[in-house]
């Protein structure tokens, strides 16, 4: 088996730099394995710094994103709970289809696909239904909107509810600050900014979102993401709960080292000034930002298309990007599909050489 | 990032051969990317001759092998239904535990830990309950009982229930048949038997139980693990439902090319070999087999502990085998923990040298 070299720029997984493929090819350790649990403590350790956080318990789900999200809503509701959720893109979508299955009263606000959630829309939402939990997305991956947390936070807080934040397309490109933002659970993903392979889904819950759990009526739904559970193995416990996925830990524990290397300031102002070149060469062709300056999500940029590449058919242009270049960009997700690309440049490939490649190819394809 | 060289003999993970850590390094490739979608379809097509299934629905689940259970269950049940488990160790108790908390109605059908479920005793309760769901283990990892699968099957399908089967610890070490056996959801891991890295689960599900998610009054209860989604990506479409770990499919894709290689025959003649040499080397030192020859599980032996072991403390000995000799092996779980090892001898360790490195260190010890 062996597989073209692709340059991947669209909504994740980013590129893996070899370090990372490295320490995935070494043998492997058993789950309860000293040597093995060192490591974990390690990745746990590191999670905290990126998350901005002291709460013990953050953790490497092993499973994707999706069931991060998962994990924080099924843990902090029960059937019949409140709960008000930011929808301006398909994973608020998401989030909303997650706590519907949960049993929760799902209260949407809605922004347009693009924009920013209003803080008075969700202050308003809460104050009229006393949710249980405010659930929103940091950094959505479909529309590149950069959400501003911290008054939302203040308004579900203040009216006593928990705060869960997606911070997928965000952890390890934008600093990402639980506890100064008061956020009780996040969820996250490997595959992007901190250019690991899927697989994993870094979570932190709070003191309060432990006890919320501690204090419910019902058991949670889910043996498999019950964090009380979790909290046998990756507390200081360390007994057998599931067998972790060794391999993905010891990519995680490498991507988590060369993000601290490089520090977070330094890696946010590279992710942001490579997005600042891509719209700046792209828009030289024809490409506009969706996504107002103020609110743009520098990881991942939504680019309306110019007609040059709608006549062409859009699909069939990002096709040959990928069969004659070797790049590969997003499509639009659910209602922006066909009318926007999604350009990740995320961990390892936020960096110039990335935009040069793609300028290089489209106008060779254009 | 270091680590020493361990040789995996506890209860998965199973070392993992060169060629597989190899197309675990790959460079990646995106999740919707054709080249990626090829390698998918190659692993759903040899997972499907593995399982011995023709079930379309035939995946590997982006969660580790207790996820697999869950998926199983919580998408054939739904609040109130009943379903019988077979409990003769600590994953038949976790399959209670699991279907608890979905709403289901847990009739138990116990077994002392260490023998087989009673075919009759299971039939009793069949019938009684006339339930939705039957679920037992085919390999139980806690015991090391292979349980014998027709008759429970027979019984339930006569009663129109839908069978689930755990096959965490047989799927490529004992020949699994899911079709000539009536099964309708199984689940596997990827640590055990196929000597790759843990982190997926493979699952099955019959076109009885896709009618049955179909028939469902209310949704299944989780986004992440819905059957019907996951068949979106899955099966021809091939859309997005969330990110596949890609890295992980890369290195599944080489080990059960690796089992197709051999051929299940010669590899579990090669297991049953392994495992009776074990119990012969093991039993000149008095190590015991805790289960009857009839019902014994070839990739994972249960013994039970010499006086020179449990004198010196068995949990002493484990540790001394693994810092100075680098061999890990299991200790009891559950309610034989501190009486029985368990020694997986799956995939690549089922082998005469892993018994022989094992005997030797263990002389050297006692």
């Known amino acids: 088996m062996s597989t073209t070299p692709r340059l991947l720029l669209g909504p994740g997984p980013s590129n893996v730099p070899p370090r990372v493929l490295a320490a995935m090819s070494q043998p492997l350790l058993g789950h309860l394995d000293p040597a093995f649990l060192e490591i974990m403590s390690a990745v746990q350790r590191d999670l905290r710094a ?21 994990a924080c809503l099924a843990n902090l509701l029960e059937r019949g709970d409140d709960v008000v959720v930011g929808v ?20 949407r606000v809605e922004a347009e696909w693009g924009t920013a959630l209003s803080a008075d829309a969700m202050a308003d939402a809460i104050a ?14 479909s529309t590149g909107v950069r959400q501003p947390v911290r008054e939302i936070a203040e308004a579900a807080r203040s009216a006593g509810a928990l705060v869960v934040l997606d911070c997928v ?7 990402v600050t639980l506890d100064t933002w008061g956020i009780d659970a996040a969820y996250s993903g490997t595959q992007k900014c901190l250019s690991c392979p899927p697989g994993l889904s870094p979570i932190s819950f709070s003191e309060a979102a432990r ?34 996925p060794i391999s993905a830990i010891f990519a995680l524990a490498q991507g988590l080292r060369i993000v601290q290397e490089e520090g977070m300031p330094a890696r946010e102002a590279r992710h942001r000034a490579a ?46 990007l990928l069969d004659e270049h070797g790049i590969e960009v997003g499509g639009g997700l659910g209602k922006l599909s066909g009318q926007v690309w999604r350009v990740g440049l995320m961990g390892e490939n ?17």
């Open 50 to 70: 990126l998350f901005g956080t002291t709460h013990e318990l953050t953790l490497p789900l092993s499973a994707p994103g999706s069931a991060g999200m998962e």
């Open 88 to 107: 301006h893109g398909v994973f608020g979508e998401r989030m909303c289809a997650v706590a519907g299955r949960i049993g929760a009263r799902v209260t």
């Open 128 to 141: 009229r239904t006393r949710p249980r939990v405010v659930a929103f997305v940091h950094a959505e991956t």
């Open 169 to 175: 397309t965000s952890l390890g490109g934008l600093a």
């Open 211 to 244: 006890a919320r759990v501690e204090a419910r009526a019902t058991p949670v739904q889910s043996w498999f993401m019950d964090v009380t559970l979790l909290a046998g193995y990756y507390g200081a416990e360390r007994v057998y709960h599931h067998t972790a």
């Open 275 to 320: 997005a600042e070149l891509l719209i700046e060469r792209l828009g030289t062709m024809g490409f506009e930002p969706l996504v107002d300056a103020a609110v743009r999500l520098p990881p991942l940029t939504t680019l309306r298309l110019p007609a040059a590449v709608t006549d062409a058919g859009e699909a069939r242009i990002r096709r040959r």
């Open 350 to 366: 936020a960096r110039p050489e990335s935009v040069e490649r793609l300028e290089a190819a489209l106008r060779a394809l254009l």
